[in-house]
């Protein structure tokens, strides 16, 4: 991924009241688009200070943010004295010292696009020097295991250009206030890997294939009358029924547990058909229940040539 960020031009505003005084702490793995990251969140209002040592963390976290700013801290592997499990604690013991807000956001990324990104740019990734680069990045996801598993919001950057990124950093930390959580939900096809964000993962490959139907095959989940050939199927309604059931169970427990921030994931075969039509009805029911709800479709979004941003991307903000 490009590390060039664009500015971000849509209700900046209140993106940038939402980081006023607060913290937000950027790591993951390398390549992953710590760089980009941090460029997205000056654009947004903060300070970024990059790779600084973790034995300066606490003092510079703790003084907090300047009046009316944000505060972003790039720290990974590369910063001098790093751990992971050290810089976990950190963050616990300032949490219980301090009243500052304060975000773990975590870049993950799939191997196989890690490893390619690092054979374009022929740049060595800091645990391959003296090894196989395959053997770094497995090292790395290793020891950075207690670090995804603690930090709050988790951004899998390996089907996203730098727009994309950009806009989903933003839709993120916007809603990091409103009391209920934002919703992500994600269309994809399992053949190309499932989402590393995503909370919870639900497979639709069993409802009947528009792809089989040579008049349905070119068109995509958005499009009316694959829709009406996938309710068709018997088990539709039993399906989608008991699907929001569950939903309506957990989105307040995720609440009550401090939860901001929810990926659902929908998979199916090729990414095209079921699963866009399923995260589309999706959303249409979450778009009462959540302080935002957002639409992807992460197999689309090359389908219209010559846009930035992706046009399979449905945002709905409530009021």
Known sequence: MNDDAPPINDDDSAVEGSLADRVILVTGMSGAGRT??????????????????????????????AAGRGLAVGIDIRTRDFDADAFAEIVAQLRRQTSIPIDILFLDCNSDVLQRRYTETRRVH???SDRPLTDGIIAERRLLAPLREAADIVIDT????????????????????????????????YRHGVPRDADLVFDVRFLRN????????????????VGAFIEGDADFTAFFERLTDLLALLLP???EEGKSYLTIAIG?????HRSVFIAEKLGTWLDERASRVDVRHRELQDDTPGSSDNPSTIRKDNP
């Open 158 to 189: 390996s089907h996203t250009n730098i727009h994309e990124f950009a806009r989903i950093l933003h839709s993120q930390l916007a809603n990091a206030s409103a009391a209920a959580p934002h919703v992500q939900v994600v269309s994809f096809a």
């Open 253 to 255: 427990r995720f609440q």
């Open 36 to 65: 980009a990251a941090l460029k997205v969140l000056e654009d947004l209002g903060c300070e970024a200070v990059d790779n600084l040592p973790l034995r300066l963390m606490a003092n510079l976290v703790g003084q907090g943010p």
């Open 126 to 128: 800091p645990m391959a």
């Open 268 to 272: 199916c075969t090729g990414g095209r």
């Open 210 to 225: 528009p792809h089989y139907d040579h008049n349905l095959r070119p068109l995509t989940g958005r499009d009316q009358t």
